[in-house]
């Protein structure tokens, strides 16, 4: 912590730290050492109007400014963002919980999307069409939708604000923030970068509270769009009061990773265990479901024990330390939930299973891999978000490909396999927008473009490369009567 200058425990409007206007407070605990780590204010009413507000303004001005300029500020944030790697991956590991290391990745990848979408902004063009009329010209242009109100997880508490704010100040918008109650302090020292990089007053500020201050932003007058990552039952809560405001919305995920018979079960089994231990399993792509072929799964199975072996649960802030602990309480009583679910059908709980008993928090959980999961088991039906790897058999391709399509989260999914016509044939034919061949589910770029397959609840919408900004423009036409 010594290399944290300061936590900012205010809220952050119109381009300063402020106040909130009314008394209430909650305190952030870490999850690394159940110490206090600041006292944030609650946002009242007039807190939350005084946002929308100056966000208003500001967007009016910004959509004004050239997109060249637009794009020099971004690149200021992500230089910016870069010089205070060091303190704001402290400070998040701090918060959330993950190993340093895996922090350090987030923010400098939050960095990146900055220098991504400004580079993609200015190459943002319409189009020319002929006419019927020989007189009349017309053609299409970008225009931003507005004010967004940006509500987001705590599993990259800087880096998922980035895939919203990046894209979105790069074609002219306004952002309202809203960070989860209990990792605000990430991205509330980050907007020391982003009046460093001289982001003009009132286009990003940070509103951290509980649902209450979402749900107040999503319906306020004042807000255009709504862009939302987390749970799929939070994101139907928001859709039912968003009326016809735009929305991308990016939810909860059961990515399945399936072994077909001819697999490299040893990278088979690493992916599955590295995608049940990245930040403690608690990703929207992680490993949920491992779906195996009954011919090859008792090498799977100690290919995985192998490649456990290799997860050391401990200190976050420990060089060695590659699984943390879990962010919160109900993280890990629903990971209790789930063991005593796969306990009473059954399932062979081959290591791990419980919290560990001598940590500094009850928040550490031990690596987990289960067999024999049946397919109506809550590990197989739900997103466990924890440190575990559930292993469901199958009997045959089409078998597997039943498995992992069984299920309505379809966001991303990996298969392993050494022939291309079964690889083609998975890509195509399991219900995720995203599928991996020989490699974790885990697996994302900011140039690719992610989210869930169409009529899942797992949402709608990309994040990624020109497909969000595309998605925060309105795309406008003109036409000239010569
Ligand atoms: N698809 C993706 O890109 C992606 C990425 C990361 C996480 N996720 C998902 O996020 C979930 C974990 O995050 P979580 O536990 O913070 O999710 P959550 O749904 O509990 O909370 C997400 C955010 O919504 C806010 N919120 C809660 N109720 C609200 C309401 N009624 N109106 C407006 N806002 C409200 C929360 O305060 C928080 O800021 C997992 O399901 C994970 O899969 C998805």
Partial sequence: MSTVSSIRQQLFVNGQYVDAAGPDTYDVISPATGTLVGTIPLPARADIDAAV??????????????????AEICHRVGDELTKRVDELARLQTLEQGKPLAESVADIEEAAQLFHLHAEDAVRLHGETFPS??????????????????IITPWNFPLLMLAEFVAPG???????????PANTPLTVLKAMEAFAAAGVPAGLVNILPGEGATGDALVRHAGTDAIGFIGSSATGAKIQSAAGLKR???ECSGNGPLVVLADADLDAAAQAAVYGAYLCAGQVCCATERVIVHRDVHDDFVAAVLRAAQDVVLGDPFADTTNLGPVNNEGVAAKMDRHMADARERGAEILLGGHRRKDAPTDLYYEFTVVDAVPEDSLLSREESFGPVVPIITGTDDDDLLRIANDDKLGLQGAVFTQNMTAAHRFVEEMAVGQVVVNDSTCFWDINMPFGGAGGRSTGWGRIGGKHTLLAMTDLRTGVISL
């Fill in 53 to 70: 507000a100056a966000a208003n303004v500001a967007q009016r001005a910004w959509a004004g400014v050239n997109v060249w300029k637009r």
């Fill in 132 to 149: 019927n009329d020989s007189r009349k010209r017309m053609w299409t242009f970008y225009r931003p939708v507005g004010t967004w109100a």
């Fill in 169 to 179: 100040l790069a074609t002219g918008n306004a952002h309202v923030v809203k960070p």
């Fill in 247 to 249: 929305s991308v919305m």
